[in-house]
C-alpha cells in the first residue's frame, strides 16, 4: 500500500488492483498507473476538501464519491449508510462540520478518511458548541470500535492551540489501526509534528510524521 500525501487533507493510496484519492485540494498528484481504476472521494464541499479539478484528472476509469451537498457528477452518499461500489464496501459517518467520512473495506484493508469529522473544540466558543462537537465526535468514533483499521487518516490541526490532541487521541484509545497519518494541518507541518512527539501523542507509535507535500510511505 503507498499512500502520498498532497496537502492538508488530501491523499492518494495506491493499492494493489486500486487507486484511491481522498478529497484533493492543492499539491501534484504523482503520474496514475491507468491499469488501476481510480476512486475518488469528497466528504464535502469546502474548498480545502473539494476541487472541481478532480473531474479534469487524465485517466480512462474514474468513480466519484461525493457528499450529497456537492452538486456534481458522481455517486452521492449520505451519512450513515453503506454503499457497495464495484468490490469496495463503503461506510459513512456523519461530520461534526459538514459532509461524510468514509470507512473503506477494499482488498482486504480498511481506511477511514475523516473528512471534517473532527472533535473540533475551539476556545472561546460557547459550551454547548463544543459539548455538541465533542458528544457527535464521540459518538461517530464508537461506531467503528469494533472494525481493525490498516490505515487511518484523521485531523491534526494545529488552530485548535491546545485541544490540538483531543481528536485523535480519543481515535487511537478506542480504535485499532496499523497506522495514522494527520491531516487538516496546512502549513504548520512543524506544530504538527510538535504534537505527536509531546504527550498524550507521543505514546503511540503507529503515527506517521508526514514532513513536506508529496511525500510517499510504502506500508505493509
Known amino acids: 500500500m503507498k ?16 487507486l484511491l484519492l481522498f478529497d484533493y ?5 504523482p503520474k496514475l498507473n491507468k491499469s488501476k481504476p481510480l476512486y475518488v472521494f469528497v466528504s464535502h464541499n469546502h474548498y480545502d476538501h473539494y476541487n ?4 479534469h484528472i487524465d485517466h480512462p476509469n474514474i ?11 458522481g455517486i452521492k452518499v449520505a451519512p450513515n449508510k453503506s454503499y457497495q461500489i464495484d468490490d469496495l464496501k463503503i461506510q459513512t459517518l ?9 470507512v473503506v473495506n477494499v482488498e482486504d484493508k480498511y481506511l477511514y478518511h475523516g473528512g471534517d469529522l473532527h ?3 475551539w476556545i472561546g ?11 457527535t465526535f464521540k459518538q461517530e468514533i464508537n461506531k467503528i470500535k469494533n472494525i481493525h483499521f490498516d490505515l487511518l487518516m484523521t485531523a491534526l490541526d494545529p488552530r485548535l492551540e491546545e485541544t490540538i490532541w483531543w481528536g485523535m487521541d480519543y481515535i487511537l484509545k478506542n480504535v485499532t489501526t496499523k497506522y495514522v497519518l494527520p491531516m487538516h494541518f496546512t502549513e504548520s507541518t512543524q506544530k504538527m509534528l510538535e504534537a505527536i512527539d ?15 507535500e508529496g511525500e510517499e510511505f510504502n506500508l505493509l
Open 119 to 121: 472533535w473540533w473544540h
Open 125 to 135: 466558543e460557547p459550551d454547548e458548541d463544543n459539548k455538541y462537537q465533542e458528544n
Open 25 to 29: 485540494y492543492l499539491g501534484n498528484i
Open 3 to 18: 499512500i502520498t500525501y498532497l496537502y492538508n487533507s488530501g491523499f492518494l493510496v495506491e493499492l494493489e488492483h486500486h
Open 52 to 55: 472541481p479539478e478532480i473531474y
Open 94 to 102: 456523519l461530520s461534526t462540520d459538514l459532509g461524510v467520512a468514509f
Open 63 to 73: 468513480t466519484y464519491i461525493i457528499d450529497q451537498g456537492i452538486n456534481n457528477k
Open 198 to 212: 509531546n504527550p498524550p501523542l507521543n505514546q503511540y507509535h503507529n503515527i506517521i510524521k508526514i514532513k513536506y
